[in-house]
């Protein structure tokens, strides 16, 4: 299984950077996937995941209402739209997904390079 982020980038407070993540490998549509970040100094957190089918979601507080994550199951691809972006966002993210099938509650084990968000104020 391979992950590869891009999109990342430097952006100004409050503009907006679209993520994307390509997967090969295997069968896309069967596996949720999610969206981490990492800032310097911190732990990883996860900041939204979605399920196989697109059905159920998931956003950190921190997130919620200015970022939206989706998946286009034909392309292999997952996105983060993240909108009013803040200093506070600049990390590197990663997108992550399990190996188990169909489920929404699993141990992330493959995971991409990781792309830059910096946010300036």
């Known amino acids: 299984v391979q992950l590869a982020e891009s999109g990342g980038g430097l952006v100004q407070s409050g503009g907006s950077l679209r993520l994307s993540c390509v997967v090969s490998?295997?069968?896309?549509?069967?596996?949720?996937m999610a969206w981490f970040r990492q800032a310097p100094g911190k732990e990883r957190e996860l900041v939204a995941h979605v399920s196989w089918g697109g059905h159920v979601e998931y956003y950190t507080d921190s997130v919620r209402g200015r970022f939206t994550i989706s998946r286009d199951n034909a392309k292999n691809t997952l996105y983060l739209q993240m909108n009013s972006l803040k200093p506070e966002d600049t990390a590197v993210y990663y997108c992550a997904t399990p190996d188990q099938m169909y489920v929404t509650e699993a141990p992330y084990v493959h995971w991409g390079q990781g792309t830059q968000v910096t946010v300036s104020s």
């Open positions: 490998g295997r069968m896309f549509g069967k596996y949720t």
